[in-house]
């Protein structure tokens, strides 16, 4: 009997080891694709700190450009109207993607439903480009001017689909039972979607919107379209304005080694800008799951 009992429980023990081995080589695979994906970050974020560091200073946050050979230069007036672009851009196409997602996950199935799908899945592969000639159609040569709030709604249309498509990802998550238990004590529909089901998701809605906050931050071509760029203050909505993309553009591609040191020092304030939106707005989500358990 010891002898069977050996017998059969070595194709076992082989059966194990062998699952075993398979999962130590599916998690190291899994750890290098992981690392692999952080890679390019790391270098693009160690390249720019060689690159722009130096040119960093408080004269670079609080002075205006000013012209080759002159000292005190800055970007204040680009990262502020990047801020103002970027606010803009959240009132235009936050509400908007953000119903459309709910309505595609709760009214699932229907012809709406789907067409509204479609376009959004179309319009995320549109070429940024075509939609700065599109808000210039429309938004700019009506009026006679280039304006912020053409750039604001320019890079906010293409906040949309990004942030509906999420959207609709993360309500799908949602259990059912949510929705039957919130329907069952009186809760009407809509009033069930929005504070049951769209808070539930919030989470990774905000994920969403961090996304296509900084697929936008650092858009350029819409905004040549639409804001132009100024190289003044300049705070009125209905006129020109600097933005971050735009004056690294236009120091990336002039002749002089001291604005290219500028551009490389914007591309960084650009990126850390947006990680700071990133991590205030996890930690205010985190915040109101905390405060909203009872």
Aim: charged share 10%; proline share 5%.
């Amino acid at each position: 009997m010891s002898t069977a009992a050996m017998s059969g429980s070595a194709p076992r023990v082989r059966g194990l080891a062998r699952r075993r081995g398979v999962s130590i080589v599916m998690i190291t695979l899994t750890c290098i694709a992981a690392a692999l994906a952080v890679v390019p970050l790391v270098v693009i974020l160690g390249y720019l700190l060689k690159q722009g560091a130096g040119a960093l200073s408080l004269d670079f946050f609080t002075h205006m450009p000013v012209p080759v050979g002159e000292p005190h230069g800055g970007m204040a007036n680009a990262i502020l109207g990047t801020l103002l672009l970027i606010g803009l851009a959240s009132v235009v196409g936050l509400p908007v993607g953000i119903g459309a997602g709910l309505y595609m996950a709760e009214n699932r199935g229907t012809g709406l439903a789907n067409l509204v799908r479609f376009l959004a899945d179309v319009l995320n592969g549109l070429p940024s480009i075509v939609m700065g000639i599109f808000a210039w159609q429309f938004l700019v040569r009506p009026f006679g001017h280039f304006s912020a709030l053409a750039g604001g709604a320019a890079i906010g249309a293409m906040m949309i689909p990004l942030v509906s498509r999420t959207t609709e990802e993360m309500v799908r998550t949602v259990p059912q039972s949510l929705r039957e238990a919130a329907l069952a004590l009186g809760y009407p529909r809509w009033r069930t979607s929005l504070q049951i089901v769209l808070r539930t998701a919030l989470g990774g809605i905000v994920t969403g919107v961090l996304v296509a906050v900084a697929r936008v931050a650092g858009e350029t071509a819409p905004l040549l379209f639409t804001a132009l760029g100024n190289n003044f203050w300049s705070l009125n909505l209905s006129k020109p304005i600097a933005a971050l993309p735009l004056q690294i553009f236009s120091y990336a591609i002039s002749p002089y080694d001291e604005w290219h040191a500028q551009a490389w020092a914007g591309a960084l304030v650009l990126i850390v800008l947006v990680l700071v939106i990133s991590i205030l707005a996890r930690y205010v989500t985190r915040s109101r799951h905390g405060g909203g358990g009872d």
